[in-house]
């Protein structure tokens, strides 16, 4: 459930970055009294500012300009809300599976981590944030197959496993 959120997400968010690529690289061509007027304005700032433009009859090249800004940045605001939905989603399906997890820990609050953040610990342990970062789940068919009888055949037997472990 959550990879299809995450793919979804991964989408909107390298949509939303070429659309970015896309309204700068149509104001640098722009009329240049259009594109003074929009000079020194934060991302977020100019976007706002561009999906704002007025629409009118587009018989100018400056009128095409403000019509293709206005596109995009209204494209760009629609994926903005597109990747908060999914972000929400994906937190819903965690913290719908985190308390297992917590509770074998030991924690009752569980607090978000930034990719840099997994990053610096994946480093410290000495081993790769792939796990972490791309939730990737295995289903050892072959292994079943041949009879091979796992010691927790749930997840939530295998924390608590080893948790007690660590634990000592």
Known sequence: MIRLFKTAKESAIKSRAQA??????????????LREHLTGFSNPKLIRACAQFPLGPVTTSKAAAAYTLRSLAQRIIHL???IDDLNTQITAAINSHQPHL???LGVPVGLPATRWMAELGAFT??????????S???VPGRLVAAGFAFD????????????????G
């Open 102 to 104: 917590r509770a074998a």
């Open 152 to 167: 927790h055949p749930d997840w939530v037997g295998a924390v608590e496993d080893l948790v007690r472990r660590a634990r």
């Open 80 to 82: 903005t809300v597109e």
């Open 125 to 134: 342990l000495r081993t790769d944030t792939e796990l972490l970062l791309k």
């Open 136 to 138: 990737r789940r295995v």
């Open 20 to 33: 970015i690529y896309q309204l700068k690289a149509v104001l640098v061509r722009a009329d240049p009294a």
